[in-house]
């Protein structure tokens, strides 16, 4: 069996293995946040801006109080759950040749990935339970903006500095821009670091995809898809598995979420994928496809930044509601349409994204 082989069969099994393990852990996550009644206990009332949120609240009253938070727990719970048994699995004392290479823990590949995920997963528990016990009236709840932030920029900086000083990354692919349609490696120096956590805060701001049964879940499994993909045709076949593990978890996620969801993904998972996310963009070195792979997100995050703009500086709104996903519910799409309709541009921009990659 050729190692190319091996390892596409090894990226299977792990992604099949988290999705079981993510499974198996939902069904006993659900009962524990419903018993503690991880929900907020007044749905929000203000919007970003501080006025009054009277569309979303003709909306979404009843269940913001009503479906626990939390369900990311089982996204990265899982990951860890399978990276020590990978681990473990490994160093037994059997002699099988696939046993002892299971394992796709590695310094160059996975180690900055999964703290990443981990990392910024705790915050986002943290957020949530201030969220639910602290009262969350306002857009973000729970945790300040100013110290979510902070969190973000200091685990960026880890990330990127890791990058740069510990694997000599300093550069980024541009495709499509020198010798078309190949591209270029744009050599950045230190400010690799500087645009480490430019990209990091723009992908943390579009969080916001979080607000419809099954929207989230879906457009992350398409973005983590498409850097697993990418990761696998480079040979980082450790973090081809990471990112599909992510995937798996994701699918057995959706089963839970699907309407009528069993619980929301919220901060927990959000900003796990969040942060997950830049640092696979950057060690795949395609974070200047990011943009379009996550398509979605920028497309949220936009409607929201717009509709801000125009408030400002025009004294009216642009939609009925923010994020957009908001605005079409408000003017009559099923929340299943948007939930569906969002999924298949996820899916069409993360191919778009792979194939103007994998170009050069």
Same mark, same amino acid.
């Given at each position: 069996?050729?190692?190319?082989?091996?390892?596409?069969?090894?990226?299977?099994?792990?992604?099949?293995?988290?999705?079981?393990?993510?499974?198996?852990?939902?069904?006993?996550?659900?009962?524990?946040?419903?018993?503690?009644?991880?929900?907020?206990?007044?749905?929000?009332?203000?919007?970003?801006?501080?006025?009054?949120?009277?569309?979303?609240?003709?909306?979404?009253?009843?269940?913001?109080?009503?479906?626990?938070?939390?369900?990311?727990?089982?996204?990265?719970?899982?990951?860890?759950?399978? %990276?020590? *048994? @990978?681990?473990?699995? #490994?160093?037994?004392?059997?002699? +099988?040749?696939? /046993?002892?290479?299971?394992? =796709?823990? !590695?310094?160059?590949?996975?180690?900055?990935?999964?703290?990443?995920?981990?990392?910024?997963?705790?915050?986002?528990?943290?957020?949530?339970?201030?969220?639910?016990?602290?009262?969350?009236?306002?857009?973000?709840?729970?945790?300040?903006?100013?110290?979510?932030?902070?969190?973000?920029?200091?685990?960026?900086?880890?990330?990127?500095?890791?990058?740069?000083?510990?694997?000599?990354?300093?550069?980024?692919?541009?495709?499509?821009?020198?010798?078309?349609?190949?591209?270029?490696?744009?050599?950045?120096?230190?400010?690799?670091?500087?645009?480490?956590?430019? %990209?990091? *805060? @723009?992908?943390?701001? #579009?969080?916001?995809?979080?607000? +419809?049964?099954? /929207?989230?879940?879906?457009? =992350?499994? !398409?973005?983590?898809?498409?850097?697993?993909?990418?990761?696998?045709?480079?040979?980082?076949?450790?973090?081809?598995?990471?990112?599909?593990?992510?995937?798996?978890?994701?699918?057995?996620?959706?089963?839970?979420?699907?309407?009528?969801?069993?619980?929301?993904?919220?901060?927990?998972?959000?900003?796990?994928?969040?942060?997950?996310?830049?640092?696979?963009?950057?060690?795949?070195?395609?974070?200047?496809?990011?943009?379009?792979?996550?398509?979605?997100?920028?497309?949220?995050?936009?409607?929201?930044?717009?509709?801000?703009?125009?408030?400002?500086?025009?004294?009216?709104?642009?939609?009925?509601?923010?994020?957009?996903?908001?605005?079409l519910e408000a003017i009559g799409w099923k929340p299943y349409q948007i939930t569906m309709r969002f999924?298949f541009i996820g899916v069409i921009l993360a191919m778009l994204g792979v194939a103007i990659r994998l170009?050069?």
């Amino acid at each position: 069996m050729t190692d190319f082989v091996f390892n596409a069969i090894k990226i299977l099994t792990l992604t099949v293995a988290a999705s079981m393990i993510a499974f198996v852990l939902a069904n006993y996550l659900i009962p524990i946040l419903y018993k503690l009644k991880f929900w907020k206990k007044e749905a929000r009332h203000k919007t970003i801006d501080g006025k009054e949120a009277t569309v979303f609240l003709s909306m979404h009253t009843e269940k913001e109080t009503s479906v626990p938070r939390g369900g990311g727990i089982i996204i990265w719970v899982s990951i860890l759950i399978l %990276v020590l *048994l @990978a681990f473990i699995i #490994s160093i037994l004392p059997i002699d +099988i040749w696939w /046993l002892k290479k299971i394992n =796709f823990l !590695s310094r160059e590949e996975t180690w900055i990935p999964l703290f990443a995920l981990f990392s910024a997963s705790i915050i986002g528990l943290v957020d949530d339970i201030s969220v639910v016990y602290g009262g969350g009236k306002y857009i973000g709840g729970g945790l300040s903006f100013r110290t979510r932030m902070l969190y973000v920029i200091v685990i960026c900086l880890i990330g990127g500095s890791w990058l740069y000083f510990k694997l000599d990354w300093h550069s980024i692919y541009v495709p499509l821009i020198s010798n078309f349609p190949h591209g270029m490696d744009l050599n950045i120096g230190i400010f690799y670091i500087l645009l480490f956590v430019i %990209v990091g *805060l @723009a992908s943390w701001s #579009s969080g916001v995809v979080d607000g +419809i049964d099954g /929207l989230a879940g879906g457009v =992350f499994s !398409s973005i983590f898809a498409a850097f697993g993909f990418i990761a696998f045709t480079q040979g980082q076949y450790d973090l081809a598995a990471f990112c599909m593990a992510i995937f798996g978890t994701l699918f057995s996620f959706l089963w839970f979420n699907i309407p009528p969801a069993k619980f929301y993904m919220t901060e927990t998972g959000v900003l796990g994928l969040m942060m997950t996310m830049t640092v696979v963009a950057f060690a795949t070195d395609s974070v200047a496809v990011l943009p379009i792979i996550g398509g979605i997100l920028v497309i949220e995050s936009g409607s929201v930044i717009l509709q801000l703009l125009s408030k400002k500086f025009r004294k009216k709104k642009i939609w009925l509601s923010t994020p957009i996903h908001h605005h079409l519910e408000a003017i009559g799409w099923k929340p299943y349409q948007i939930t569906m309709r969002f999924w298949f541009i996820g899916v069409i921009l993360a191919m778009l994204g792979v194939a103007i990659r994998l170009i050069g």
